[in-house]
């Protein structure tokens, strides 16, 4: 990939400046835990050594902790990507904090509440077509409803256009869908009684 002819050609340039994370197995043998792609570009570049950190074998929620924080967050990562590794982490992690997700992998913390938010959106809506940059404001105004809510709008917005759910799929997996008029569609709708009940909860706890 271009990615990573780019990592070789810069490891080729300037050497490699962060360490290959490796540990010990139950037989001795070292795995490599970080760092696959940097191994793989030295060893095509012939390296006859490289440089590497030993840890102890992580237990396996911290391996996954680790495993998401070597490969989240690349360049060329697309929003849906960010969004469905969070989601991985939410649901490994579910008492990680914003803090804490914004410490591990150097993002803010709105950054971080932006592209949660996104989690809650309808299954027909978290698709790689669907969640681009363009469309992030408007869906994350979208994911603020109840996913009921998002499927009433879906279901008038294709009797609006007079398409069936298959067409309404595609054209979220194609970035042919009109979000500001789903997002329309939402913002016309009578609030549900749950949404109006969970309003007066809030208040009434602050």
């Known amino acids: 990939s271009d990615e990573f002819t780019r990592l070789k050609e810069n490891i080729e340039r300037v050497g490699l400046l962060q360490p290959i994370v490796v540990y010990k197995d139950d037989d001795g043998k070292h795995i490599v835990l970080l760092g696959h792609k940097r191994f793989s570009a030295c060893r095509e570049l012939k390296h006859d050594s490289i440089p590497v950190r030993v840890i102890d074998k992580p237990e396996p929620q911290a391996l996954r902790l680790l495993q998401y924080s070597e490969n989240m967050f690349r360049v060329e990562m697309t ?27 150097g993002k803010t913390t ?17 698709v790689p077509g669907c969640l681009i940059d363009e469309n992030t404001r408007d869906l994350r105004e979208v994911s603020m409803y109840s996913l009921d809510r998002q499927k009433k709008a879906i279901n008038k917005y294709c009797s609006y256009w007079e398409i069936d759910q298959k067409k309404f799929q595609k054209q ?30 809030k208040e009434d706890s602050d």
């Open 79 to 105: 929003v849906y990507e960010e969004v469905m590794a969070l989601k991985g982490i939410v649901n490994d992690f579910p008492t990680a904090t914003y803090q804490d997700l914004s410490f591990k992998f």
């Open 172 to 201: 979220a997996q194609t970035d042919d869908l009109r979000i500001s008029a789903l997002l329309g569609f939402l913002k016309r709708q009578t609030p549900d009684m749950d949404d109006v009940r969970k309003i007066f909860t």
């Open 110 to 126: 709105n950054w971080i509440a932006g592209r949660l938010r996104l989690i809650n959106l309808h299954k027909d809506l978290l």
